[in-house]
């Protein structure tokens, strides 16, 4: 097993937070499927909602049917047509209820941190079919940030200075740059305006916002950063052995003496 020391561990943290802000590993998602594990869970929590409505509805119907027909000895041939015209009804009724709702612009910024990410991710979904490819890409890249970032709020309070920063970033700045982009006519947002066009202006936004939410989760994950290494420093001293503490003591000329020419106490 290779040991890192806690230097190597705090490069590879950083390398690695490096990776995330450049898009990571992530692949574009395809057209419809969700851009982060937030808005992920509300789609999964929804179609279950809807499988167990409709086995309730099921059960009632099919529990209905057999008391009538034990009360009338029978329920016949249209009794059985009627049956499976119910259930088809019963599909086809839940088939067109029951989806996610893409969230208000105003509802993006309330609610604790999960319901806000979920909600912007949701959002973000529901817009970027109308987007230029290469905003599609940092509406990709923005769903992964916004989980880590999601993770990085829990157990903060609606009183701290970056929960206040986060609301106004995800629930304002990111929606209204995509709002006022939505805005321009179709035909005129590949036109140069002002030396760029409304495809590239946006693309810039959206790369601009995508850095602003990394910096955030950067900065709120500076603290555990902090911790680990001065956990994996501790554990090092306390457990690495004669190499740690020849590591840990300053480099003054004089070697360490050599402990393991010291004989051992003789137990009595």
Do not use: C
Request: a neutral charge; glycine letters at 10%.
């Amino acid at each position: 097993m290779v040991y890192e020391t806690p230097e190597q561990q705090m490069q590879s943290a950083r390398r690695s937070l490096a990776t995330q802000r450049e898009g990571g590993t992530h692949r574009p998602a395809p057209r419809g499927s969700s851009i982060g594990k937030a808005s992920a869970e509300v789609k999964t929590k929804a179609l279950l909602k809807k499988v167990r409505n409709i086995a309730l509805a099921l059960l009632a119907l099919y529990v209905g049917a057999g008391i009538t027909g034990a009360i009338i000895g029978g329920i016949g041939f249209w009794g059985v047509m009627t049956v499976v015209a119910l259930t088809a009804f019963v599909f086809a009724m839940f088939a067109v209820t029951g989806k996610v709702k893409t969230p208000k612009r105003e509802e993006l910024k309330q609610g604790n941190p999960h319901q806000m990410v979920a909600r912007t991710e949701l959002w973000l979904e529901a817009q970027r079919p109308a987007l230029p490819p290469p905003a599609q890409a940092l509406v990709d890249q923005l769903g992964v940030q916004l989980d880590a970032l999601g993770l990085q709020l829990k157990g903060l309070g609606d009183n701290e200075p970056a929960m206040a920063e986060v609301r106004e970033l995800v629930g304002e700045y990111i929606p209204e740059t995509i709002d006022n982009y939505r805005k321009i006519p179709q035909h005129l947002r590949g036109e140069e305006y002002a030396g760029k066009t409304a495809d590239q202006r946006l693309t810039d936004s959206l790369t601009k916002l995508s850095g602003e939410v990394d910096r955030v989760t950067r900065r709120l994950a500076e603290g555990a950063l902090d911790d680990l290494a001065i956990k994996s420093r501790y554990l090092e001293y306390r457990y690495g052995g004669a190499e740690a503490l020849e590591d840990a003591m300053p480099d003054t000329g004089v070697p360490l003496p050599d402990f393991s020419a010291i004989p051992a106490k003789q137990e009595r």
